[in-house]
């Protein structure tokens, strides 16, 4: 069912996530398989309530399976205690919200360089230079988010994502709260990191516009991977879309 | 409207638990002090009343003399004893005597904490009704050197009746057999005070007072009235300087003192807990504050719904009144439990009050109740104000108000506020006013509130300042810190300034006592020329105890003395003005203090002459050789002013000094408080120490000090005094910490989603809870470093006011004032722990997905 084509960034295998119990039993996620490949940008697509966010999720640590395996690259997740988790996702994770990501008490470049001073590191000055350039801010990196239209502050996210160099980026429907002028730019920005630098993206959306970005499409239903598509266009993701009936 | 009241409280339980805490503690407070002093007022009252139950008349002299140390009255001549005997309905007249009498056990100690605990007293011991004490073993004492002592002072100090005491009186130590032992009432001893009974004749020889009594008391017949009984008494006696009061006027004046003693007390302990409860109005302010702003939605949505501004207004004004009664009700129920608590307490400590009802008076419950509800809603009408400012559109627009706005305003504001409030307390201080303390508080109140009005002004640049070096300690944690500390400087300011008011608090009686320890240092280095001074151990009570002359004798004789003499302290009145005395051997004075003579004669001093400062001189426009009116217990006299002299109280002393003789003549009780010496030229001042040390063993209430001793136990008793304010300031900081943690806790209610994104890209737990702490540590600085500027001003303020009554200057003392802020950083990190804790746990997905 799964294409691999290039070595895992991620994976998941036989994962189910399962709330509640008895009659009120939601299965989230329905024993998953799936993997992700290095330098490649997969958008996840199903309609509400068919898992995809919930996969990005424990894929990306911030929840667990209720049975199975999650990978990033040869770590396994659901055995890692709080604090290694934390450092999993600081060192080798990147992430990009709907809303709310920045901090409203740093600026731009702050918010950026975030992860990094966490860990009390620094950006290498060639490739902070690279990723400022690429995000396209200019003279606004002294700026605090409140004073940034909402696609300059997904743009900062997005560089926040790339700065540390992390084995994959994780976006959560990063355009679902933009204009299309400001999406463009935002996932523009994604698929030039992805075909500039090498990086890793799994990003959700249920956007087929923004669907089109990836290099790869992964339709969700009931909790288990239903279709995928490679090198996708708009049209044969609503396509495909239609087909499944979401 | 009333339930949405209803229901915002009881969906909030731990955030008014925290602000009824604020209240709470203070009303619990001011319970515990109006309870406490109450008890022991009635049961003061009855023990007054049961010690004057068979008396129905009172003869006493008429000349008295009202001073710092309480009122000093006149014995009576013992001849009055038969005439009152031979009047007409008198059933029972005998004289009576109250005076020091220590008892000492066989180890040679003396019984029951003199100096700390309750004063010893001795009497005389009179048959029938007009005896307070009840025998309960042995019999009453008939001969000379026979006592009866209290039960409590026979446990303390293992006596049976036969044992062979020691008592110190004003005259030598002299041995007593325990001929009997008796209880006062059921209580072993009356209020804990040590008491010994004698026989008339050996009461007067022992207090000095042959052929004399303090006065006499008079039980009369049945049938004869009280007044009755007065009148035919001052009949029958022609002595104008005697007076003849009823049984219950007597006992109305002993109340009367105690109560005005009492209130002393009381009052001190209320305006501790009026401290308290203004901090925490600070703290509700700021609560009602952030949940106004925080349910700024849910406020606009019921303006459009149709809620008038007057409905919201009531609505968290009813909140605030909520919280407020029941805070008071669950205060006032601690409060009184602390005040058995506090009794039992003191028991604990020797100061045994007898057994007594505890006193809860309706004034008790209304005032608690009342002041507890109007300062929680109080502190609640500008926020209440403000939520009604509310629009219906802001419903739909998220929270996040601007917190600049407004600031210059303010500024201006709190810079008005702020000098009224220094205006106030320098004409209190210098200005001559009746009621100094009236401005001078009003000043600190109104100066607390401007300070904290221009909190949010100074809040922000003090905050930065304060967290400079954060980030390069501990990275993006301490900026973090340090922009979340900065994000709402309203919000940082009204927290920072409850700790404000304690700090300034406890910053200015630090500098205060630094000041009056500098004082005594000062003033016992250029005064105090003697080699030795024999005090009472622990400071000793001021009145009523002290030394008879034969230890001064005794010391003069010991070899290699060169100069001694007794000091004695005292009140009299000097032109109709209450003034403080000191009394010694005007011989040898000028060898033992450095009073720097100006003119006339020091060793001149005899009985009717004084010698007094130049300071003094100069204010009263007097001259050398002019006589003055004196008051004094003996009656009036007229005193020459023999010797002018420049150290007086400025450095500590006094400016009236008057001869031994002089005291010997005016004064009823022959009492040292000190005694001096200074060694000979060559005489060895080691062995004459010891040789004094050898004296002291039959007087074990005193204790030899040289001058750095001396020093160091006079430092050493305000340093007690400041222990004690401590702790009943220490209320107030913890209230203010109560608010740090409860701004702490409410901001990261606020700040849900973006502490599940830190989490999110990295952030470990420590580091979150590392982060609040120290936002915490800066907030508490904010307070601290606002606080101490404060106290520096007041303590600046009352110092120089003080100049003239012999304080030497003003003190900072660095070292205490680092302390505090030490402290005040570990306060910080103390009110952050549970704020972190909570933050920490925060589940990182649901966070981030909080709406």
């Not at chain 2, 003399?65 to 004893?81: H, I, K, M, Q, T």
């Not at chain 2, 005997?85 to 020091?100: I, M, S, T």
């Not at chain 2, 059921?186 to 009461?203: C, H, K, N, Q, Y």
Request: proline content about 3%; glycine content about 10%.
């Amino acid at each position: 069912m799964n294409t691999v084509t290039k070595t895992s960034a991620a994976r998941a295998v036989d994962a189910s996530k399962i709330y509640g119990s008895g009659d009120a039993e939601v299965r989230a996620l329905d024993s998953i398989n799936v993997e992700f490949a290095s330098g490649m940008f997969t958008a996840i697509m199903g309609p509400s309530g068919s898992g995809k966010s919930t996969l990005l999720h424990v894929l990306a640590g911030l929840d667990t399976v209720t049975s199975g395996e999650v990978f990033i690259g040869d770590i396994e997740l659901s055995t890692l205690k709080d604090k290694d988790l934390t450092l999993v996702r600081r060192d080798r994770l990147g992430f990009v919200f709907q809303s709310f990501n920045l901090i409203p008490t740093l600026n731009a470049l702050e918010n950026m360089t975030l992860p990094l001073s966490l860990g009390g590191r620094k950006a290498d000055s060639a490739w902070q230079d690279e990723v400022v350039k690429a995000v396209g801010l200019g003279d606004r990196l002294g700026h605090r988010p409140n004073e940034l239209s909402g696609g300059q502050q997904q743009r900062v996210a997005v560089a926040r994502a790339l700065l540390s160099k992390p084995e994959i980026v994780f976006a959560d429907e990063p355009t679902g709260n933009l204009d299309s002028r400001s999406s463009s730019e935002v996932l523009s920005f994604m698929r030039a990191a992805v075909d500039n630098f090498g990086q890793t993206i799994v990003m959700v959306t249920h956007d087929a516009g923004a669907a089109a970005y990836a290099d790869r499409v992964v339709f969700l239903a009931d909790g288990s991977i239903e279709a995928e598509l490679m090198n996708p266009t708009s049209a044969t993701v609503l396509d495909r879309m239609k087909q499944l009936g979401g | 409207m009333w339930r949405v009241t209803l229901k915002g409280l009881l969906g909030h339980k731990l955030r008014f638990m925290l602000t009824g805490l604020a209240v709470l503690l203070g009303v619990a407070f001011m319970a515990g002090t109006l309870v406490l002093t109450d008890t022991i007022q009635v049961i003061f009252d009855d023990l007054v009343a049961s010690v004057n139950d068979g008396t129905d008349a009172f003869v006493r002299s008429n000349e008295v003399v009202d001073s710092a140390f309480g009122e000093e009255r006149n014995r009576v001549s013992a001849d009055l004893l038969p005439q009152v005997r031979a009047v007409q309905g008198v059933a029972q007249a005998e004289g009576d005597l109250q005076f020091y009498a220590q008892v000492v056990d066989a180890k040679g100690e003396a019984i029951g904490n003199p100096g700390r605990g309750a004063p010893s007293f001795g009497f005389i011991w009179n048959p029938g009704r007009l005896n307070a004490y009840r025998l309960v073993a042995g019999n009453s004492p008939s001969a000379a050197g026979e006592v009866v002592i209290d039960r409590g002072t026979a446990k303390k100090g293992n006596l049976r009746v036969g044992s062979r005491v020691k008592v110190l009186s004003q005259s030598a130590p002299e041995d007593f057999k325990v001929a009997g032992i008796v209880t006062f009432g059921e209580a072993d001893s009356p209020a804990g005070a040590s008491v010994s009974l004698f026989t008339s004749e050996e009461a007067q020889r022992l207090s000095g007072a042959v052929g004399q009594y303090d006065g006499i008391s008079i039980s009369a017949v049945d049938g004869v009235s009280q007044e009755q009984m007065v009148r035919r008494i001052d009949a029958a006696l022609s002595d104008p300087k005697v007076e003849v009061i009823t049984g219950a006027t007597l006992t109305k004046e002993n109340q009367d003192q105690f109560t005005q003693q009492l209130s002393f007390f009381s009052t001190a302990l209320l305006a501790f807990a009026l401290i308290s409860l203004f901090v925490g109005s600070f703290i509700i302010f700021n609560t009602f504050s952030i949940i106004v702003a925080q349910r700024t939605r849910e406020i606009g949505l019921m303006r459009a719904i149709g809620a008038s501004r007057s409905q919201i207004v009531k609505s968290v004004i009813a909140e605030a009144a909520l919280v407020g009664i029941l805070a008071s009700a669950v205060g006032l129920g601690i409060g009184i439990l602390l005040a058995a608590g506090l009794k039992a307490l003191l028991a604990g400590l020797g100061i045994d009050i007898p057994a007594g009802a505890t006193q809860v008076l309706p004034r008790t419950i209304i005032l608690c109740l009342g002041v507890g509800t109007f300062v929680t809603i109080a502190a609640s009408v500008l926020p209440s104000r403000k939520a009604s400012r509310i629009s219906p559109m802001q419903a739909l627009r998220s929270t996040g108000s601007d917190p600049m706005k407004q600031l210059g305003r303010r500024s201006t504001i709190g810079v008005v506020i702020t000098a009224v409030g220094i205006g106030s307390l320098l004409y209190g201080l210098f200005g001559n006013v009746g009621n100094p303390t009236l401005f001078v508080g009003i000043g600190a109140l109104v100066v607390f509130l401007g300070v904290a009005a221009l909190g949010p002004v100074i809040a922000r640049p003090v905050s930065r300042l304060l967290a400079a070096p954060l980030p390069k300690l501990k990275g993006m944690v301490g900026v973090l810190a340090r922009e979340n500390a900065v994000r709402n400087p309203r919000r940082t300011a009204s927290t920072a300034a409850a700790l404000m008011i304690g700090v300034a608090l406890v910053g200015f009686i630090t500098i205060f006592a630094a000041s009056i320890k500098n004082s005594i240092a000062t003033a016992v280095d250029s005064a105090f020329t003697a080699d030795f001074v024999v005090a009472a151990k622990g400071g000793g009570p001021p009145s009523l105890s002290g030394f008879s002359p034969d230890l001064a004798q005794k010391i003069k004789e010991v070899p290699g003395v060169g100069a001694s003499s007794g000091l004695r302290f005292a009140g009299a009145e000097l032109q109709g003005k209450g003034v403080f005395v000191i009394a010694s051997d005007p011989a040898t004075s000028t060898q033992l203090f450095d009073v720097k003579p100006e003119s006339g004669d020091f060793k001149q001093l005899g009985i009717n002459d004084v010698a007094v400062s130049s300071d003094r001189m100069k204010k009263e426009g007097w001259v050398l050789g002019q006589r003055i009116s004196a008051k004094f217990p003996k009656g009036a006299s007229t005193l020459k002013i023999t010797a002018v002299f420049g150290m007086g109280q400025q450095a500590g002393l006094s400016d009236y000094f008057i001869s031994l003789a002089g005291y010997d003549a005016h004064y009823t009780q022959q009492l040292d408080s000190q005694v001096y010496a200074k060694v000979a030229d060559d005489a060895n001042p080691r062995v004459v120490g010891r040789d004094i040390k050898k004296i002291l063993k039959e007087y074990p209430t005193a204790e030899l000090l040289d001058q750095e001793q001396f020093k160091a136990t006079r430092s050493g008793q305000v340093d007690q005094i400041l222990n004690l304010i401590y702790a009943l300031l220490a209320l107030a900081v913890v209230i203010a910490l109560i608010g740090i943690a409860n701004t702490l806790g409410l901001s990261i209610v606020e700040r849900t989603n973006e502490l599940g994104l830190l989490r999110a890209v990295g952030m470990t737990r420590r580091q979150l809870r590392s982060a609040i702490r120290w936002e915490s540590v800066i907030i508490a600085l904010l307070g601290t470093a606002l606080g101490l500027v404060i106290a520096v001003f007041f303590g600046w303020a009352l110092v120089t006011a003080l100049r003239d009554q012999g304080l030497a200057g003003f003190v900072a003392p660095v070292d205490r004032l680092a302390v505090i802020v030490v402290l005040a950083g570990l306060a910080g990190v103390i009110a952050a722990i549970l704020p972190a804790r909570r933050a920490a746990r925060l589940n990182v997905l649901d966070a981030i997905s909080q709406e």
